[in-house]
Antibody, heavy 117, light 107 residues
Framework: QVQLVESGGGLVKPGGSLRLSCAASGFTFSDYYMSWIRQAPGRGLELVSYISSGSSYTNYADSVKGRFTISRDNAKNSLYLEMNSLRAEDTAVYYC??????????WGQGTLVTVSA | EIVLTQSPATLSLSPGERATLSCRASQSVSSYLAWYQQKPGQAPRLLIYDASNRATGIPVRFSGSGSGTDFTLTISSLEPEDFAVYYCQQRSKWSITFGQGTRLEIK
């Protein structure tokens, strides 16, 4: 069965950096787009970024453009999100999701990122 | 950016009743509309994709309809486990956005 396991979240100071990872299993990782979707405490869902199956195409929300970088390693069945210049408003649970034709059909359990002094 | 507006914000119903949730897009998204269910402390779960197709393992009491700008998620007879927050999501023109959610609570 499809499994997505995020890691790397934690407490970081404003202006700091963090790298999230997502380990995928149960499907042919290299065949699918992948995304990071976040949810601030008590708020709705926001697509942060997605990446094509072969890494040739990436897309970012305006709120993170220039600060976050999505990448993947198909040999390791892993997805990453490098987050720099973190702000308080980046505080959220970050979900890794498998994408199928623009729809997030499987989600990880999420990892909490807290940006606070 | 395509904005999705969900209504109502909160819906209070009893088990066994029929639930009707709405999602309106600021411009046409054709049939590229999905619905997700999220329970407290859990990740969202895909219910419906392409407006009316149930995802794998989703009970038949969940159905979706609509096209263009107006969409509906219907739960024919509410089970206790259906009380949760529901989000719609569109995918078009390389853009993916979510609605703000409808909370379905027990009356």
């Amino acid at each position: 069965q499809v499994q997505l396991v995020e890691s790397g979240g934690g407490l970081v100071k404003p202006g700091g950096s963090l790298r999230l990872s997502c380990a995928a299993s149960g499907f042919t990782f290299s065949d699918y787009y992948m995304s990071w979707i976040r949810q601030a405490p008590g708020r709705g869902l926001e697509l942060v970024s997605y990446i094509s199956s072969g890494s040739s195409y990436t897309n970012y929300a305006d709120s993170v453009k220039g600060r976050f970088t999505i990448s993947r390693d198909n040999a390791k069945n892993s997805l990453y999100l490098e987050m720099n210049s973190l702000r308080a408003e980046d505080t959220a649970v970050y979900y890794c999701a498998k994408m199928r034709e623009g729809v997030a059909d499987y989600w990880g359990q999420g990892t909490l990122v807290t940006v606070s002094a | 950016e395509i904005v999705l507006t969900q209504s109502p914000a909160t819906l209070s119903l009893s088990p066994g009743e029929r639930a009707t949730l709405s999602c309106r897009a600021s411009q046409s998204v054709s049939s590229y509309l999905a619905w997700y269910q999220q329970k407290p402390g859990q990740a969202p779960r895909l219910l419906i994709y392409d407006a009316s197709n149930r995802a794998t393992g989703i009970p038949v009491r969940f159905s979706g309809s609509g096209s263009g700008t107006d969409f509906t998620l219907t739960i024919s007879s509410l089970e206790p486990e259906d009380f949760a927050v529901y989000y719609c999501q569109q995918r078009s023109k390389w853009s993916i956005t979510f609605g703000q959610g409808t909370r379905l609570e027990i009356k």
